[in-house]
């Protein structure tokens, strides 16, 4: 179901417009490094889903910024380039290489993937999909449409819930992982949410789709969060200082009607995989 579903266009509120970057290289503080990276991997996650239909695992190899003047706003252009992987049907693996060119201003966040090599296994290439998954109609076989599958459903309410509660400005949304935070037989949907107009900030959302329930972890301007692995019943988050360098690991609880953070360092060293 993650793999068909979990990156929803109207998370994205991203123009696909190739920018060039000039002017000064910039030294980034970590939680720019930070929210560069989950831009990059957005963009790729995006790319690869709409064109295999597969959830990509990433790794952003590196970062080069640049300070530039906009019209009123300062933007920092970038660059960034890595790897990612893919599993087909039969537990093949599959490997390709990427680039992604875009840039932060007052406005928002905007990419282009300016390079992609195409999964490889070997000398095999993995084809692509035409489109999202398709179904015939009964009336007529020749007839195409959207898979609309009943599972489609459970991300409404969650992009409802972000629409509610935090600014579309700037807004990127990563790959919703499942997991059971309140531990009641039914998996939650987790995302890491990063947001703001000139001071960015990344939170976590988690929607218990099964009691219509949402919840937000998010400390902005003192600590930012993100997920870095999950499985069926557990999840590992990353929290920084905001601005700084002092990060700690834990995961995700329901107390008192709220989300909050459990730290354990743990899981910095052991993390779940996604």
């Not at 963009?43 to 295999?52: G, I, M, P, R």
């Not at 949410?193 to 972890?217: C, K, P, W």
Request: glycine residues 10%; negative net charge.
């Amino acid at each position: 179901m993650i793999k068909k579903l979990s990156c929803l266009i109207v998370f994205l509120a991203i123009s696909l417009s190739l920018i060039g970057c000039t002017g000064k290289t910039k030294e980034l503080s970590p939680s720019e490094r930070s929210n560069l990276e989950s831009l990059a991997k957005g963009a790729v996650s995006f790319e690869v889903l709409n064109k295999y239909g597969l959830e990509p695992g990433i790794t952003v190899d590196t970062i080069t910024a640049y300070d530039t003047q906009g019209d009123v706003y300062v933007r920092t252009d970038f660059t960034a380039s890595g790897s990612y992987t893919v599993m087909d049907e039969a537990g093949d693996l599959y490997s390709g290489t990427f680039k992604v060119t875009g840039y932060i201003e007052g406005h928002g966040s905007y990419w282009d993937i300016s390079e992609m090599t195409p999964p490889k296994n070997g000398t095999k290439v993995l084809p692509e999909q035409s489109g999202w998954p398709v179904t015939e109609t009964e009336d007529d076989p020749d007839i195409t449409v959207q898979d609309e599958t009943t599972e489609s459903a459970m991300y409404v309410p969650l992009a409802d819930f972000i629409d509610e509660n935090i600014s579309a400005m700037g807004r990127i949304c990563e790959t919703p992982q499942e997991c059971d935070i309140n531990k009641d037989g039914h998996p939650e949907l987790c995302l890491t949410v990063t947001y703001g107009s000139g001071m960015i900030s990344s939170a976590i959302v988690v929607y218990d789709v099964y009691n219509d329930q949402g919840y937000i972890l998010d400390d902005r301007m003192t600590y930012d969060y993100r997920i870095i692995g999950s499985t069926a019943d557990d999840i590992a988050i990353e929290r920084r200082e905001y601005g700084g360098e002092q990060t700690s690991y834990g995961t995700l609880a329901i107390q008192d009607g709220g989300l909050i953070f459990v730290e354990d360092e743990a899981y910095g060293a052991a993390t779940p995989v996604g």
